[in-house]
């Protein structure tokens, strides 16, 4: 963790626009993705033949230290596109995003190999989150406790039904606590035991000062877990603020 003071800004989004390009009918990322947040200030586009579709559109707000930040709004609002571009996982074709600290998506599900056993993917996915093989051991029973997989954590990942995989995930990613973590829809994942237990640890890491962003339809979440709520429309910020007043104008329009 970095020892940078709670309060202070962790994350801007400086004007980012992310563009897909639309070729043979399917919708793909223009450019390679794993590209560190430090050096996202507009990628190379191979844009012959395909057609332009840009997902998010101007975005710019600054994340402190310590917030629990929901990003809201309809389906194709461009919510996942802008959390993985935050992430570094998807270039930006306009604008910037600066990052102070350590950032981990929620669900390394590149790291993960669904011909690999539970356990295999454990230490795949530590070593991907930067844990050393000895803090991947140490942390390997509690991740394991921690997913509830028992004896099928000994399975490969192909067996696992979606629910299995995205709690292995869930587990593998909140092994360490990064100074930001993104969570797409993790906490709908699994019963109410387990929605539990999602969220106590979404506690530590609060508690720990981290910053955490979270994609969600659940308007119950966003209320108990976030205390800021940016909106999204067609990539566009509706609304960026407290959460108990950006959220009533979301449902109202969402009720309209």
């Not at 844990?131 to 509690?142: A, G, I, K, Q």
């Not at 997989?149 to 990942?157: E, T, W």
């Not at 999204?232 to 960026?240: H, N, P, S, W």
Request: include cysteine; aromatic fraction near 6%.
């Amino acid at each position: 963790m970095t020892d940078t003071p709670v309060g202070s800004p962790v994350l801007i989004a400086d004007d980012v626009h992310v563009t897909y390009y639309i070729h043979g009918g399917r919708g793909v990322p223009s450019a390679s993705t794993g590209r560190t947040i430090a050096t996202l200030f507009g990628a190379g586009l191979h844009t012959q033949g395909k057609r332009p579709i840009e997902a998010v559109h101007g975005v710019s707000f600054v994340a402190n230290k310590g917030e629990r930040i929901a990003l809201i709004g309809h389906n194709g609002a461009g919510k996942s596109t802008l959390l993985r571009a935050l992430a570094g996982l998807m270039p930006v074709s306009k604008g910037a995003v600066y990052a102070a600290g350590t950032t981990s998506l929620l669900g390394v599900n590149a790291a993960l190999s669904s011909s690999l056993t539970g356990a295999q993917n454990i230490i795949l996915g530590g070593l991907a989150l930067g844990l050393s093989r000895t803090e991947v051991d140490e942390r390997f029973n509690d991740i394991v406790e921690f997913s509830g997989l028992g004896d099928a954590i000994n399975l490969p990942m192909r067996a696992y039904s979606s629910g299995m995989s995205a709690r292995l995930r869930f587990a593998i990613s909140t092994a360490t606590i990064t100074d930001i973590l993104m969570i797409d829809e993790a906490l709908a994942t699994g019963d109410a035991s387990f929605r539990a237990k999602s969220m106590a640890k979404m506690e530590e890491v609060r508690d720990h000062a981290g910053t955490v962003f979270l994609v969600s339809h659940n308007a119950r979440t966003v209320e108990s877990f976030c205390d800021r709520a940016i909106w999204l429309e067609q990539g566009r910020v509706v609304a960026d603020g407290p959460v108990e007043e950006v959220l009533p104008r979301y449902e109202e329009e969402m009720s309209s």
